[in-house]
């Protein structure tokens, strides 16, 4: 897993003598993903890698999503919701801090949302980047995908939680945020958890 700079590393005896082995690795061998920073498209890349893998490892036994992360890149986010939906694994999510944006979706979407006593979900409408211009039609044409990208995300969100869709059209036409408690009684998160 290439997306961070330095990851933590621990000491291992095997019978070789001392390995010293990346923590990520040791996350891995106990089906253990995390999801902290941006959602882009090298940070999704490792996760529907470690999904696929333990899908092959033991295609029924749960995988472990941590999310710490302020979203970002809706493409990027609905093909790791897309491989989360597909795998035979149950998936749990684990809300550490924030799982904001097209994070929440993911957060949201877990077979069981577990959220830490001081973390927090955060949902708003897609949002464009990049800046808007060229010709009229080009504009319109963003626009429109702009808006079936935010009915996509508010479908995803309403058949995760049993909000309707006005609900969550409601709730995500501003940054509306939920304590952990907030999100269990607004069936965003399933419980509030005090231990690893």
């Excluded at 005896?13 to 690795?25: A, F, V």
């Excluded at 920073?37 to 890349?45: E, I, N, R």
């Excluded at 429109?144 to 309403?158: E, G, K, N, W």
């Amino acid at each position: 897993m290439s997306t961070y700079p330095y990851s933590p590393l621990i000491m291992r005896e095997t019978s070789l003598g001392l390995e010293k082995i990346d923590i990520r690795d040791e996350m891995l061998a106990d089906r253990e993903l995390e999801l902290c920073g941006p959602v882009d498209a090298d940070s999704v890349a490792d996760i529907i890698r470690g999904m696929r893998h333990l899908q092959k490892a033991d295609p029924q036994a749960p995988v472990t999503l941590f999310i710490n992360s302020p979203g970002g890149e809706v493409s990027s986010g609905l093909a790791l919701y897309d491989v989360m939906c597909a795998i035979s694994c149950p998936v749990r999510t684990v809300c550490l801090g924030l799982a904001a944006s097209m994070a929440a979706l993911l957060f949201v979407a877990g077979d069981t949302r577990d959220m830490l006593p001081h973390s927090r979900v955060m949902i708003h409408d897609p949002l464009i980047s990049g800046g808007v211009g060229g010709s009229a039609l080009s504009v319109k044409a963003r626009a429109d995908d702009l808006m079936r990208i935010r009915d996509v995300t508010a479908q995803v969100i309403s058949e995760h939680t049993g909000m309707s869709l006005e609900q969550v059209f409601d709730l995500t036409a501003r940054d509306t945020y939920f304590e952990a408690d907030e999100a269990v009684a607004a069936h965003l998160a399933d419980h509030v958890i005090c231990e690893l």
